[in-house]
Every structure is written in C-alpha cells, then in structure tokens.
C-alpha cells in the first residue's frame, strides 16, 4: 500500500509539471491564435480607457481654456500695504504673486487712456498665464514692455526697439498743465493682450518697467496681489465660496467671474451611457475572443483529458493561457489609451498654448474592472455552454437506445433537386435543421437591429433640423457703444411763435415776463425746417428767419441732449468710427465661433422730415429746453433711448420677406432697400404713451450731415476747443480751418482746460460761409423715402431677432449702400466748402462697428459665449444673445449625437459580434456535411457560396448593416477550412 501510494504521488507531481511545460509548448506552437485573441483585447480595453479620459479630461479642457485667455487667478486685492492676512493665510487660496501699479498714461491730446504703468517679474507672467508674443521683459531703467492693446491704443506699430512715449501727470493731477510729464522708453518686449480681455483689466499695469523705474513718476505707487484657488476647491459654485472670503478679508477685491462663473458643458447621463455602451462592447469583444479561443482548444483539451489529465489540470492550463492572452493584452491596451491620450492631449496643449491633460487612478480602475467583467462573462458563458452541450449529447444517446433502427427505400421517388437548385435546397434543408426558431430569432434579432437604428437616426434627425431651424437667427449680436462721457449732442430746430412783437415791453425795460412765459410756453411751434426752405429765409443774424411780417418770431432753437434729459441717451455711434484692428484679430482667436458678418450701426445723427412735430415727438418729456430737469435714477416707467438710430444691414431677400408683412403693396421694392433709396421706420411710444403719427409710409427721411466747426453756433467749436468733441474727423478739421481763412472759421480760445477761460468767435466772413455753416446743420446728406412705420411690440421684436440690437424713439433700418452714400456726400460737402481734398484725418471711411456672430457646436464646450461676452464688456459693445436659447439645441444634439450615435455604432458591433459567434458554432456543427459535399464533387468554393445565400437571406432582414454582415461571414466561410 505504501508503494502504491508513493507512485501515485510522484505520478501527480509529474502531471503538475508536465500541465505547465504543456501548456507554454502550446503557447508557443498557437502563439498566431493568441496573438489575434490578444490584439481583440488590447483593442477593447483601449476604446474602454480612451473613453473615461475623454469624459475625465473634458471638463480640465475647458476651465483650462478659460483660463489661458483670462487668467489663472481667482481673485485679486488692490491695496497700498502687504498683502491682508486672511487672504494670505486662507486654506483655499495659494501663496500670492505681486505687481506694482503707478500713474495712469494719456495719448498725444493728453486724454486719459484708461491704461496704467507699473512693474512685474516673470513669476506673475507664469503664475496668471501672461505670455510674450515678442522679446522680453523690461531689465534696465530705460526699457519698457506692453501688451498689444496699449501699445496700439497709444498709437505705436509694435517694433521691438522703438523709442515709446509715455505721457503721465505728477501725482495723477489731470487738470494741473504743470504736472504734465513725458518719459521716453525702448520697446524691448510685447505681451498677449489682458488689458482688454480680463476682468477689470485696466486695473493691471498696460505699460511694464522695473521697480526702480517707477520711481521716476512721482506717484506713490499701490500693490496688486494675485491669488490662485488651492486644486482641492472643487464646487460648482464658486461666487459663494468668493463673496465668504471677500466678508472674511474686508479689503477691495476682484473676483475672476469670467473663469469661475462660467458653466462648462457636461451631461452626466450621457458620460454614463457612453460608458456603459463601451463597456458592454468591449465586454462582449473581449467575452467572444475567449469564447472562440475556448472552441478552437476544445479538441485539444478533449485528446489530453483522454491522456489522463484531470480536470484541475485542464483548468489550469486553460488558466494560464487566458492569463497570457488577457493580462499582457489589457496592459498593453491601458498603456496604449494613456500614451495616445497623452499624445494628444500633449498635441491640443501646445497648439492652444494651455495644460490641462491629466489620468486619474478613477480611469485605470474602471478599465481594469472592465476586463475583469469580461472573464467573469466569459466564465459564465463557458458553464453554461458545457452545461447544454452535456444536457444535449445525453438527450441523444437516450433518443438513439430507445429507437429501432429502421431502413428507408426512396427507390422510384422522383427527387426535386436540380443542378440550377441545389445550393438553394440544401441551404434550405440546413437551415430546417438549425430548427424554426433558430431561422426565426436570427431574423427578429436582425429587424430589432433595423428598428433600433432607424430610431436612433430619426431622434438625430430630429434634433438636427430643430437646431437647423434655430441657426437662423445669431447667436450674440451688437455695435460699439462707448462711454458717452465725452460726448456733445445737439439736435437743432426753429420755433415759431406767433404775435410775439406784439406783445409789449414796458418803458424803460428790456424784458417782458409775458414774452418770456410765450417761449417757455408748449404752445410754441417747434419744427425742423429743410435747408432749401431755410436758405430762402436767411440772414445776416444766426438766429432768425424773414417771418415776412413784424409780427411773429421765427427763432433758431436747440436742445442739448446730455445727462440731465430724463429720458434720452445722447447718441455717441457714428460711420467713421468701427473696430480696430487687434479688435477683430484677437475676436478671431476665440474659437467655437463658425461666422461673424459686419455691418455698420450709428446714433450721432439727426433726422427730419416734413410736418415733424418735436411736441407729439414727445421731446417735451425726452429732451425739454428746461436744463434743470434732471434725469431720474433709474428711469423704471420706459427706458433710457437713443431719440433717432439707424441699423445699417447687408441686405438679404429673406430679410426684406420679413419686413414685407408691415409694407403697403405701393412701397414694395427691394431693389430700392438694397441700393439706399428706402428705409423702414421702428417707432416707439413717447414716454406719457402717445403716438407720433407725423411720420408716415412715403414721407421722405432727410438725414442731416455730421455737424461741423462752421456752423454759425460757438458751443460746438467750443467743445471741440476744450477736447469734447464727438466725431473723428472733429479736431483735425479745426486744426487744420480754424484761423486759414478758407472758411467762416475764427475762433480765439484763452486759458487752461482747468479753470477759467476766455473763447471768442468772429463773425468774419461772406454771406456764402453762413449758408455753408448752415447747411451743415440743415442740409439733408442722403434722403431715402420710408416705405413703413412699424410700432414697436414684442411681436415686432420676435420677428427681427438677430437684427435690431436696441431699439431707440425712431430706429431705421436701412442696406449698408444708404451708410456708403451718407459717408461719400459728407466727403464731397467738406470738399467743396473748403477747396481741398480731404486726406489724412479727415479722409472719410465707412467703419463696421456692428456684427453678428454664429457660433459652431463646440461652442457648447469650448466657452465660446463666456469669452465673447467677456470681450465685449471689455470693449465697450452693447450687444444681445440668443445663446441661451440657442444652447439648449445644440445641447440636444451634441448629446443625441453621442447617445444615439453611440447607440448606432455599439448595435452594430454587438450583432457583427453575435453574428460572428453564431457563423463560428455553425461551422463546427456543420463541419461533418461540409466534408460530405465535398467528398461527393462539390468545390469549397461553391459550398463557400451555398453558406453565403443564408447569409443573404439572414442579413436583409438588416439593410443598413447587410453589407457589413455579408462581409463578416464571407470572410469567415473563406478562413475556415470547411472540408478539413
């Protein structure tokens, strides 16, 4: 007994070593299979990882991008001393860097630029992700750097090496001539805007010098500190986490809105669908490779458990060759995905010129428990695949013992196959034989399929045409609307005042309380008048008409529209101003945005047109000859307006279609709208609710030219003398005219812009200078007829979405050739009044200075809208969006694109999966007639072809992925060896 147990135990041993030397000689001889099995699973668990990084990574993408445009900061303390402690100290915010700000720089007129002097290191540059686009930064006392917007605001073309001007004022003392100081600098470094892009970004130094530099200004100097937000702050609230530390700091602080308020894209649940689908892919992949590498073992296992080996043998072996295939495959798949995405993310981050790639142990754990379901599946589906072959196989031999053997004679039976129907009836018997609900369940499986891709497209569809639908109208739209601070408007008219000579002065009195009641009283006349009617009238004197009788008093009127009027915003647009250049080039560096069309937007200019009437224009109320009505704050019972503003667009036929509904058939005429000879009209109510009903559809709209310095009035010359002028070309035509004796120009101005100060007017000059200087007040520059009056309603406002940015008293909407004709008269008027030809500063151009921008889908995620909004802030645009309604479509397809394009792809897959395992288990099952029919005459080929027509009549049942199916298992008939 002890011999015998001794030999068994030594036989064990033998068998253990010789599973393992089996196992690895076996590795090696199928190591053309594994290599194929492995490459499935290297493929699966790679699509598995690059998925989670991708959700990982989107969002890092997108603050990251926020961030490198306006800054990596979260908040910045403006402050004389150190930086306060309970910022400094505060456990969410990491140590601060510092700069220095000084005086404030003026341009060559020595109008404050809103740009500053001041000093930093590199340390600040790296820490807020500032970047040089050219040299360096300031090192000696001399050398100067500045970013983009300062340097071209101060009028400077950017050559590193050229001698800059700062012009400042000793202890910022503006109005004190004797404080103006001007230092030259070398240009040895140029930075990527922040001036104008940052939030409050004049508050950081435009101009950079060392600190030894600053001393030179006499200024005493403030400190900036910058604090980032410490990685371990994650919410999705960060305004509240920044106004809890503002109350703790009680200093003044910026807060970085632009970065932390803005809500990147993300949809939980389609992350989590597009997980669970690439999930259940890879698991099926990884599932049907060890399900094939099992079947094509299972001969081998079967010769060596009849050899003798056990079956913890045989599951070890099957055991280790799993792991061979499984474990280096899914490493090797997991390295994959993190170096592709590293690649990539490496890629977008030095094209973008911002960081934000990073894995986290979340992505590897979820790819690792990927592969670790695949095997468990796999495992289940091995029992369960053991479990029927068994119960099959013992269901036989029972059928086979309990039937009598008994022999059929088809002698004299006229067989129905014929050589032209042979593959059809034996495909045919092949798949009677499969069974009914085989042949049945392979075709529903397939019709689901179709349904479920139909569905899927129908749904992309459907939100594709609703986001088409919604693309009509732009997603942001606005003009140049700048500080209004400097600005000087005037709207000139003639009163009329019947009897007023009649009325009595008493002896000895210059005055007359009663006279003086008549002009202030609204029963006076108040009208505009056109230049040929006033030209006929004229006189010597600048403020009176011939009333053809002595009776009356015809009187030269204007009203002042500044900050006192209650309700009326001056206007301070006009077509000579527009976007600068670095405007549009940094505009153009915001990506997600698809187009940006120009057009041209202004509300400097005056309108009038026949039986204007400026009491049922309600001017009493808007603008009222009584300054000393101020202007209530806020105005809450209508609006703060422009009185007259004209919308300039490029004509389109689908526009006019829109204004069309509101056109009398009489009016009708798009050519005329397109080539400036016609306008719409948008009125408003007056602000006590009534209705102007002087202007109607065929009055002819006369706008009045840009005012000049020749006009018979000295507080405009006065303005343009004190450096408040509104208009371009304002101060280099008084240069150049004023005292040349070529105009009616003769103006003297005395004494400091601080102060008092003395400004005469001559009235030298010819009667033609005073027609001149009227005519610049009266003339009409371009005179489009009106072919509607359109009131203002909110249906009004639907209908022009995306076109009319703001809406003043009386807004026109006119084709930008009526702009280009305006802007050409105006050229030709100057011309001839002065003789010359008019270049340089008083060239005129047309300026775009209103746009609409569209954005593409990445928009959604790329923070399109928040950098748009940002910059227009920052650059005084006032503008409209249709983003957050235009957002929720294109959120909807984005996600329908990935829900149901993920949809689209994983069924495809599952049943090219399924489909493949089913053609697998086939061929083993048919094997046995496969080798009949060939053995009785018949090609591979052509038995190759009779396998294809179930493949046929299987797939069709699936047009859309027939094709890909017919591939499949032609492929697969051909690499099989079906006779062997």
């Known amino acids: 007994m002890e011999c015998a147990s001794s030999i068994a135990i030594h036989t064990e041993r033998g068998m253990r070593m010789s599973v393992f030397e089996i196992t690895f000689l076996s590795v090696r001889r199928r190591m053309p299979q594994i290599i194929k099995a492995a490459c499935t699973t290297l493929a699966a668990v790679f699509f598995v990882t690059a998925v989670l990084i991708f959700q990982d990574n989107m969002y890092q993408w997108q603050m990251s991008s926020n961030k490198s445009r306006f800054g990596d900061w979260f908040l910045y303390e403006i402050t004389s001393k150190e930086p306060n402690q309970s910022l400094s100290e505060h456990a969410y915010l990491n140590d601060p860097v510092k700069i220095m700000t000084s ?94 892009i940052w939030k409050n970004g004049k508050n950081i130094p435009g101009a950079v010098v060392t600190p030894d530099a600053l001393e030179i200004f006499n200024y005493k100097y403030r400190n900036v500190y910058f604090y980032s937000l410490n990685d371990s702050v994650k919410t999705s609230d960060y305004a509240t986490v920044y106004k809890k530390i503002k109350e703790d700091a009680k200093t003044e602080t910026v807060y970085n809105s632009a970065v932390y308020d803005y809500q990147p894209w993300s949809s939980a649940k389609v992350y989590m669908y597009m997980y669970l689908v690439v999930m259940i892919i890879g698991i099926l992949a990884l599932s049907y490779q060890l399900i094939e590498y099992r079947g094509r073992r299972r001969p081998a296992y079967e010769r060596f458990r009849k050899l003798g080996m056990n079956k913890a043998s045989l599951r070890s072996m099957y055991i280790i060759e799993n792991a061979l295939i499984i474990i280096p495959a899914g490493i090797m798949g997991l390295i994959l995905a993190l170096l592709t995405g590293f690649g990539i993310g490496k890629a977008l981050e030095i094209h973008n010129g911002f960081t934000f790639y990073k894995v986290t142990l979340n992505v590897i754990i979820k790819s690792v428990l990927s592969v670790i379901i695949a095997i468990i599946v796999e495992e289940i589906a091995g029992i369960i695949a053991n479990s029927r072959k068994n119960h099959i196989l013992n269901k036989k031999r029972k059928k086979k013992n309990s039937q009598n053997v008994n022999i059929y004679n088809a002698t004299g039976k006229k067989s129905k196959i014929k050589p032209s129907n042979l593959l059809i009836t034996v495909s045919s018997r092949f798949i009677r034989k499969d069974g009914i609900f085989m042949a049945a369940g392979l075709r529903i499986f397939a019709l689901c399929i179709c349904a479920v891709l139909v569905f899927s497209a129908l749904m992309i569809k459907k939100v594709y045409i609703a986001y088409k639908d919604n693309e009509q109208i732009p997603d942001i739209y606005g003009y140049l609307d700048p500080s209004d601070s400097e600005y000087e ?18 002896d000895g009195e210059y005055y007359s309380e009663e006279r003086n009641a008549l002009l202030s009283s609204e029963k006076r006349n108040r009208y505009n008048i056109s230049f040929n009617e006033l030209k006929s009238k004229l006189t010597k004197e600048s403020d009176s008409l011939d009333a053809n009788n002595h009776q009356d008093l015809i009187r030269f009127n204007m009203l002042h529209v500044n900050y006192s009027n209650k309700y009326c915003k001056r206007g301070n647009t006009n077509l000579l101003t527009g976007f600068s250049e670095e405007f549009l080039t940094e505009l153009e560096k915001i990506g ?300 909807q397809l984005i996600n329908n694109i990935l829900q149901y394009g993920i949809t689209i792809a994983a069924v495809i897959v599952i049943q090219l999966l399924i489909m493949a395992i089913i053609v697998r288990n086939r061929i083993e099952r048919r094997k046995a007639s496969y080798k009949l029919l060939h053995g009785i005459g018949m090609r591979q080929g052509t038995i190759v072809k009779m396998c294809m027509i179930e493949a046929v009549r299987e797939s069709v049942w699936c047009i859309f992925t027939m094709p890909l199916i017919l591939i499949l298992e032609l492929l697969m008939y051909m690499r099989k060896n079906l006779v062997e």
């Open 489 to 506: 408007m005037y709207i000139y008219y003639y009163s009329y005042i019947k009897g007023y000579y009649n009325i009595p002065i008493p």
């Open 592 to 891: 997600g945005i698809k187009s940006v069309d120009y057009s041209a937007y202004e509300s400097e200019r005056t309108w009038f047109w026949d039986n204007q009437d400026f009491h049922k224009m309600g001017m009493d109320t808007i603008s009222p000859d009584n300054y000393n009505i101020t202007r209530e704050s806020p105005v809450t019972d209508y609006g703060y307006r422009y009185i007259y503003s004209t919308e300039y667009v490029n004509p389109t036929r689908e526009l006019y279609n829109k204004l069309e509904k509101y056109i009398d058939k009489e009016y009708r005429n798009y050519d005329d709208f397109v080539n400036g000879k016609q306008v719409v009209v948008f009125l408003r109510n007056t602000p006590d609710g009534t209705y102007d009903d002087t202007l109607q559809a065929g009055d002819i709209l006369n706008y009045n030219y840009y005012p000049l310095s020749v006009m018979p009035n000295i507080r405009f010359t006065n303005n343009v003398a004190y450096g408040r002028y509104t208009y371009p070309f304002d101060r280099a035509f008084y240069d150049t005219y004023n005292n040349s004796g070529k105009i009616n120009l003769y103006s003297e101005f005395n004494g400091t812009l601080k102060g008092s100060a003395t400004f005469n007017m001559h009235s030298e000059g010819d009667s033609e200078d005073w027609i001149n200087g009227y005519e610049s007040i009266f003339g009409a520059c371009v005179s489009p007829q009106v072919a509607a009056v359109i009131k203002v309603t909110d249906d009004v406002k639907e209908d022009f979405n995306g076109i009319m940015p703001d809406y003043g008293y009386y807004t026109a909407l006119a084709g930008m050739s009526l702009a280009q004709q305006a802007v050409d008269n105006q050229r030709s008027f100057m011309e001839r009044i002065t003789g010359d030809k008019m270049t340089g500063y008083l060239e005129f151009g047309l300026k775009y200075n209103q746009l609409n921008i569209n954005y593409d889908l990445s928009s959604t995620f790329s923070a399109t809208n928040n950098k748009v909004a940002v910059y227009f802030d920052n650059n005084e645009l006032s503008y409209s969006s249709n983003v957050d309604a235009k957002n929720i479509y294109r959120t």
């Open 103 to 196: 005086v404030s720089m003026f341009n060559s007129d020595w109008k404050r630029t809103g740009y500053i002097v001041g000093s930093f290191d590199k340390d600040f540059i790296n820490q807020v992700r500032i970047s040089l686009d050219e040299g360096r930064l300031p090192e000696n006392d001399d050398e100067i750097a500045m970013d983009w917007n300062t340097l071209l605001s101060l009028g400077y073309t950017g050559e590193i090496g050229e001698t800059v001007t700062i012009r400042y004022c000793e202890e910022n003392s503006i109005y004190d001539e004797s404080a103006r100081q001007e230092k030259e600098f070398m240009l040895v470094g140029i930075l990527a805007n922040y001036t104008n």
